[in-house]
């Protein structure tokens, strides 16, 4: 067993002063750091606990959108019956992921910061350069029937694994952020996750210490219908192979506006301009649906046991778009 020290933060101010040590962790629910731990994957010298923090609420602003605490539990944001009507494609998104009680213990915040679940991660007999930078990547030519074929480098090929954040993804939320000179800052999400490069272990853009205090969601698009569609290999208790999370608005058989993002196919929840612009302005038709899933794939690359996905996406972008167009 590692040892390590554990402080309860009174403040928001206070856990960001605690964690800007080196080596300090938060954890909230830890349904993912916990398991780290166990396997000594992180071995924090210090944990600072915010789970008794006021951040567990949920607010309409004054511009129609919400402000989403990072301590609301999954299971609470999937049930507010403001997410079920403005926002169901993130409610459909959170009840897709773990089980219940994972959900019931979650936090909104953590859910965005989980590590990826490629199994040379989790093995550390294996090289791995997300687990010890420079070791190598064991996946690349390994098993790697789950893992990305966009946005991926030849240092690393982990996706990320939360459902939640494709939705919020396709909702153009913003992450709050606390630093350690007290001044808050406000990072849309797609800013928000780094691509791997040659350094795969530095997953966001948060500093040391810096603190997620919650989520911003613009206000409801009138007259759009919500879809997450997340193909896995079990019904439940089990991470995408693809997902989708597509908010479209319609104009009779025209497609008025589209907010597409994907789950299971990069190292960040994937959302891809040309895509959306393939679709905006057209007829609601197969053919552009194909035209959005090439826009979306001309980057794509498999390693070998993972390049099933690619026409299993196309497949499955195609679907959700006609159930999103009302041409199921």
């Known amino acids: 067993m590692k ?14 002063a605690e964690a800007s040590a080196p080596g300090a962790k938060f954890i909230a629910g830890g349904t993912n750091l916990l398991d780290l731990m166990k396997l000594q994957i992180e071995t924090p010298e210090r944990l600072v606990d915010i789970s008794r923090l006021p951040l ?4 309409v602003r004054d511009d129609g959108g919400l402000t989403i605490g990072a ?8 049930a507010d019956p403001r997410v079920i009507d403005g926002y169901e494609v993130l409610s ?14 979650a936090s909104t915040g953590g859910n965005l910061l989980q590590r990826t679940r490629c199994y040379y991660f989790y093995d550390t007999a294996t090289p791995c350069n997300k687990r010890e930078p420079g070791s190598g990547c064991s996946a690349i030519d390994g098993f790697n029937r789950i893992l990305a074929i966009l946005g991926a480098s030849e240092h690393c090929i982990a996706t990320h694994p939360s459902d939640m ?20 800052r406000r990072i849309p999400l797609g800013d928000f996750y780094r691509l791997p490069g040659d350094t795969p272990h530095i997953e966001t853009v948060l500093a040391p210490g810096e603190l997620i205090t919650a989520i911003e969601l613009p206000a409801p698009i009138e007259g759009a219908r919500h879809l997450y ?8 208790y089990a991470f995408a192979l693809v997902s989708v999370a597509g908010v479209v608005r319609m104009e009779g058989d025209t497609i008025a506006s589209a907010a597409l993002a994907f789950g ?13 612009a393939a679709l905006v302005g057209q007829p609601a038709s197969d053919a552009v649906f194909h035209a959005a899933a090439d826009a979306l ?9 993972n390049d099933f996905k690619i026409p299993l996406t196309r497949r499955t972008l195609v679907a959700a778009l006609r159930e999103l167009t009302g041409n199921a």
């Not at 933060?9 to 960001?16: D, I, R």
Request: hydrophobic residues 45%; positive net charge.
């Open 264 to 276: 299971g196919l990069g190292p960040m929840p994937w959302r891809d301009p040309a895509v959306e």
């Open 165 to 184: 954040a494709v939705a919020m993804r396709a909702l153009d939320a913003t992450v709050v952020a606390q630093g350690t000179d007290g001044d808050r």
């Open 229 to 236: 569609r997340k193909v896995r290999d079990r019904a439940s």
């Open 71 to 78: 301590l609301v539990p999954n299971s609470d944001l999937a």
């Open 3 to 16: 040892l390590f020290t554990y402080e309860r933060a009174a403040s928001p101010e206070a856990a960001v």
């Open 92 to 105: 459909r998104a959170l009840l897709a992921g773990a089980s219940g009680q994972l959900r019931n213990k």
């Open 56 to 59: 567990a609420g949920i607010d």
């Open 297 to 305: 794939l001309a980057g794509a690359k498999g390693h070998g046991a």
